[in-house]
């Protein structure tokens, strides 16, 4: 089983939408992480946390530490929202990436169309 | 701007050839990493260096080598021993204060034919 669990794997959603995408982790954990990886191959932080909720925009990432679950979430999403969101975790002292790295889910492919 | 600067984005390599990636950072980050990318699999870790002049091994180390003379380079060799070479390889670094965050390079995408 792996350690971080996206859900869905694949989302096609209309334009202005709002789109939600689940992680599970079942490790402890100091901080997680939400990335965006566009076509090119690039991946941009979006958020790092290791509590309650942070919202940048028309995004917002929330995370339980009691239920081990972290929710990312676009409101009135457009198509350049499309792109693969992948969610991570830091278990080292360092919630930026720590003695070990990150440990990443499969990611999140998500089409908007318009 | 600070970041992280990888090259070149495509590779292509002959099979049994060594091949040298280039990662580069101006960010004044301890900690760096390369990881690798095949389609439908998340991010593995292949080394990582939290000072200079030391690295460690991650999950998939076996065929590649790094090195860390400097804090702002942190150069991976994919080797001949490395049986299936062809993926997605980032680097990536992070500082050592809480809320540093991780700040990932563009990739370089590696061919071996």
């Known amino acids: 089983k792996n350690e971080v669990e996206q859900s869905p794997q694949n989302l096609t959603a209309q334009e202005g939408e709002f789109i939600t995408i689940n992680c599970s982790y079942s490790?402890?954990?100091?901080?997680l992480h939400w990335l965006q990886q566009h076509p090119g191959g690039g991946i941009v932080s979006l958020f790092m946390?290791?509590?309650g909720k942070k919202k940048h925009g028309r995004l917002i990432a929330t995370i339980n530490i009691q239920e081990k679950h972290s929710s990312l979430h676009i409101t009135a999403s457009h198509p350049r929202d499309s792109a693969v969101y992948i969610c991570a975790v830091s278990r080292g002292v360092y919630s930026g990436g720590g003695a070990d790295g990150l440990t990443f889910g499969k990611g999140t492919h998500l089409i908007i169309q318009p | 701007d600070g970041g992280i600067t990888q090259s070149p984005k495509y590779l292509f390599r002959k099979e049994g050839q060594n091949v040298t990636l280039s990662c580069e950072q101006n960010?004044?980050?301890?900690?760096m990493y390369w990881y690798r990318q095949d389609p439908g699999q998340g991010l593995r870790l292949i080394y990582y260096s939290q000072i200079v002049n030391d690295f460690q091994k991650g999950d998939i180390a076996e065929g590649y080598s790094v090195s860390r003379e400097k804090k702002e380079s942190f150069p991976l060799t994919v080797t001949s021993a490395q049986k299936n070479p062809t993926a997605f390889y980032l680097c990536?670094?992070?500082?050592?204060?809480?809320?540093?965050?991780?700040?990932f390079g563009s990739g370089t995408r590696l061919t071996v034919v």
């Open positions: 960010l004044n980050h301890d900690a």
């Open positions: 490790v402890g954990i100091s901080a």
């Open positions: 946390l290791s509590s």
């Open positions: 990536a670094s992070s500082g050592r204060s809480q809320g540093s965050g991780y700040t």
